[in-house]
């Protein structure tokens, strides 16, 4: 027996997310992958509920296995699948440039400015020092990249390794996953440890084991879309249903 998952979506979002899924999937992502990293195989799309349907795969999030005894092994097993959709990932049809990422970032923010005057002046400070941290990121090399990269994307089945949710799959820096996944660490520190380095020395795992793996400077790439990602995450954690819970990531 198998079990299915169903994603609801708008159109045409369902036979996009399916192809990507599809085409990412035959490209040496398929189950069973001889290097056991893999995607959950696609299946099909029904068109008049807006769903795409996959199969569902064993194992845990990462999220979860991070605070136990293998979390070194499994932020290095996340490196080496993040390693390789960056470099076997197919084509994608999407681009997605670091002066996108500030859009969204000026957006995310402008909102919480006026949700929160009281943070403006902060908040305009935070924006102005990501866009200076952009300037030396515009000759940044380009791959297929995730584009929404966290632990929770991550499914570990002992050493195998499914990578989820490939719905916003573009072409861009690489570093961008890598810093949004150690941005998603602090964050996660933080929130659940209420310390920003509880995290830290598997942050420093996961990106020594990306970096010999990618063998290319990117170290300074990661710090700028790692500050990116926690700029964003300042607006994101806003909404989240606890006091003063941006507090903690929105600096003086």
């Known amino acids: 027996k198998h079990s299915l998952l169903?994603?609801?979506?708008?159109?045409?979002?369902?036979?996009?997310?399916y192809q990507i899924q599809q085409s990412v999937y035959a490209a040496g992502f398929e189950h069973g992958a001889a290097d056991g990293i893999s995607v959950p195989e696609p299946l099909g799309v029904v068109e008049e509920w807006n769903m795409w349907l996959q199969r569902k795969v064993a194992g845990r999030p990462a999220t979860e296995l991070l605070p136990g005894p293998n979390g070194h092994a499994v932020v290095e097993r996340v490196a080496e699948a993040l390693y390789?959709?960056?470099k076997h990932g197919p084509p994608p049809t999407r681009i997605h440039t670091v002066e996108d990422?500030?859009?969204?970032?000026?957006?995310?923010l402008a909102t919480l400015s006026d949700e929160r005057p009281q943070w403006r002046h902060r908040l305009a400070l935070v924006i102005s020092q990501?866009?200076?941290?952009?300037?030396?990121?515009?000759?940044?090399?380009?791959a297929a990249i995730h584009r929404d990269f966290y632990p929770d994307q991550m499914i570990i089945d002992g050493s195998i390794a499914y990578i989820c949710d490939?719905?916003?799959?573009?072409?861009g820096d690489p570093s961008l996953d890598v810093g949004n996944f150690v941005a998603h660490l602090m964050e996660l520190g933080l929130r659940e440890h209420?310390?920003?380095a509880f995290f830290e020395t598997l942050s420093g795992s996961f990106i020594e084991c990306y970096c010999s793996l990618n063998q290319s400077r990117c170290r300074a790439s990661i710090e700028a879309y790692t500050?990116?990602?926690l700029a964003r995450l300042i607006a994101i954690d806003a909404m989240m249903p606890r006091p003063?819970?941006?507090k903690g990531v929105v600096p003086k």
């Open 130 to 142: 990501c866009e200076r941290l952009a300037v030396a990121l515009s000759s940044s090399q380009a």
């Open 227 to 229: 500050t990116f990602s």
């Open 244 to 246: 003063g819970a941006a």
């Open 84 to 86: 390789k959709l960056h």
């Open 6 to 17: 169903a994603k609801l979506t708008r159109r045409p979002v369902a036979r996009r997310a």
């Open 166 to 171: 490939l719905d916003l799959y573009c072409v």
């Open 194 to 196: 209420g310390d920003l």
């Open 101 to 108: 990422e500030l859009a969204i970032l000026r957006e995310r």
